[in-house]
């Protein structure tokens, strides 16, 4: 049974920082490309940043220079480390597992960030 289990969301405020994590079992971790989304209400959902499994990132370029995405294959963990977050960074952040190989493809439940003052 494949799991994405994410937390280190809260309440912080504006200009603060968080660090959230999803941990990853059922799957070789080390073989897929892990994922950040985000969706506010109202809105679609978003890709905040990706990690390869090669290591290669990328970043929406609304949160480029303040997010940090990194992996530790030995625990199956992905990191999304948020500074200087603003009130827009506020949502539902939810992790992603993608290997191109049969399109596998995996969500986690989400955990909520709300930036306010």
């Known amino acids: 049974q494949v799991q994405l289990v994410e937390s280190g969301g809260g309440l912080v405020q504006p200009g603060g920082s968080l660090t959230l994590s999803c941990a990853v079992s059922?799957?070789?971790?080390?073989?897929?490309?892990m994922g950040w989304y985000r969706q506010a209400p109202g809105k679609q959902r978003e890709l905040v940043a990706a990690?390869?499994?090669?290591?290669?990132?990328n970043y929406a370029d609304s949160v480029k220079g303040r997010f940090t995405i990194s992996r530790d294959n030995a625990k199956n963990t992905v990191y999304l480390q948020m500074n200087s977050l603003k009130l827009e960074d506020t949502a539902v952040y939810l992790c992603?597992?993608?290997?191109?190989?049969?399109?596998?493809?995996?969500w986690g439940q989400g955990t909520q960030v709300t930036v306010s003052s």
């Open positions: 992603n597992a993608y290997w191109i190989v049969g399109s596998r493809d995996y």
């Open positions: 059922g799957i070789t971790f080390r073989l897929y490309r």
């Open positions: 990690i390869t499994a090669g290591g290669n990132t």
